[in-house]
């Protein structure tokens, strides 16, 4: 897996995390304490998953300026960056 990829797979999955935390606060009704706080606990277990996440993001997508000198061509035809390893 290219760090691409991975960091397509950690977007994607970062917005489906925010669309289900946006749903169940949209959509549950809270009238009794025992459902109020279920939905607060899975809220909080969601929003530390996006939190961690994101984390996770920002260490996989490089600080690189992709200098022109460290641009390689793979056989393929694939650019990619020698400093970062990011596919161009």
Known sequence: MTVKKAIEILEWW??????????????????????????????????TIIHNLEKIRVELVPKCSHPKKMIDTLPDGQKYCMNCNLDL
């Not at 925010?18 to 606990?41: F, G, I, P, R």
């Open 14 to 47: 970062i917005k489906q995390k925010n669309q289900s935390m946006k749903q169940l606060k949209e959509e549950w009704d809270y009238s009794t304490d025992s459902v109020t706080e279920l939905a607060k606990s899975l809220l909080k277990y969601d929003e």
